[in-house]
T-cell receptor, first 111, second 114 residues
Framework: GQQLNQSPQSMFIQEGEDVSMNCTSS?????WLWYKQDPGEGPVLLIALYKAGELTSNGRLTAQFGITRKDSFLNISASIPSDVGIYFCAGQLGGYQKVTFGTGTKLQVIP | DAGVIQSPRHEVTEMGQEVTLRCKPI?????LFWYRQTMMRGLELLIYFNNNVPIDDSGMPEDRFSAKMPNASFSTLKIQPSEPRDSAVYFC????????????FGPGTRLLVL
């Protein structure tokens, strides 16, 4: 089956630093999604990408859909304490709704 | 607008007991998903419904698990009998097919089976 590998698994950064994380797949996807999960809550969608090569921003977050359709990355600029949480990538094939989630990147921001 | 509603938020039960988790999707959404999250396996899709009909239940771990969606505003996930290895956070999510297929998650039910 499809596997999504996220890296790094966890990271500690200083407030104000930029963050970069990525996700690679053993097979292609037609949609890439990035979610954030706060402690004790469900994942919340941050960014959705629908076309290979697409670069999309949402405030301080920027995500890109890799041209091979097997990878995606997420950047967070000028991190702040509320960025703490677990970030999940997810891939989806077109035509139906099944989504495969990555293993997550746990982000800790040191004030 | 209310988001996805799940109940209970926490459940502690003893091995062998029946557990029923409940979900109310966002009004108007026609897809509903049940996920399980554990440290070891991450987020796993258990089953999903389209217009109240189960489409893919290949993620349901075994016959002890069953899910129903009797109408567009309610779904249940039942575990009978429960086992300690079923301890996890169970999420329900819903989506509106016509709007770019993004899913909205509920707050989850934290299940502990002793």
């Amino acid at each position: 089956g499809q596997q999504l590998n996220q890296s790094p698994q966890s990271m500690f950064i200083q407030e104000g630093e930029d963050v970069s994380m990525n996700c690679t797949s053993s097979s292609i996807f037609n949609t890439w999604l990035w979610y954030k999960q706060d402690p004790g809550e469900g994942p919340v969608l941050l960014i959705a990408l629908y076309k290979a090569g697409e670069l999309t921003s949402n405030g301080r977050l920027t995500a890109q859909f890799g041209i091979t359709r097997k990878d995606s990355f997420l950047n967070i600029s000028a991190s702040i304490p509320s960025d703490v949480g677990i970030y999940f990538c997810a891939g989806q094939l077109g035509g139906y709704q099944k989504v495969t989630f990555g293993t997550g990147t746990k982000l800790q921001v040191i004030p | 607008d209310a988001g996805v509603i799940q109940s209970p938020r926490h459940e502690v039960t003893e091995m062998g007991q029946e557990v029923t988790l409940r979900c109310k999707p966002i009004s108007g959404h026609d897809y509903l998903f049940w996920y399980r999250q554990t440290m070891m396996r991450g987020l796993e899709l258990l089953i999903y419904f389209n217009n109240n009909v189960p489409i893919d239940d290949s993620g349901m771990p075994e016959d002890r698990f069953s899910a129903k969606m009797p109408n567009a505003s309610f779904s249940t996930l039942k575990i009978q009998p429960s086992e300690p290895r079923d301890s996890a956070v169970y999420f329900c999510a819903s989506s509106l097919r016509l709007y770019k297929r993004t899913q909205y998650f509920g707050p989850g039910t934290r299940l502990l089976v002793l």
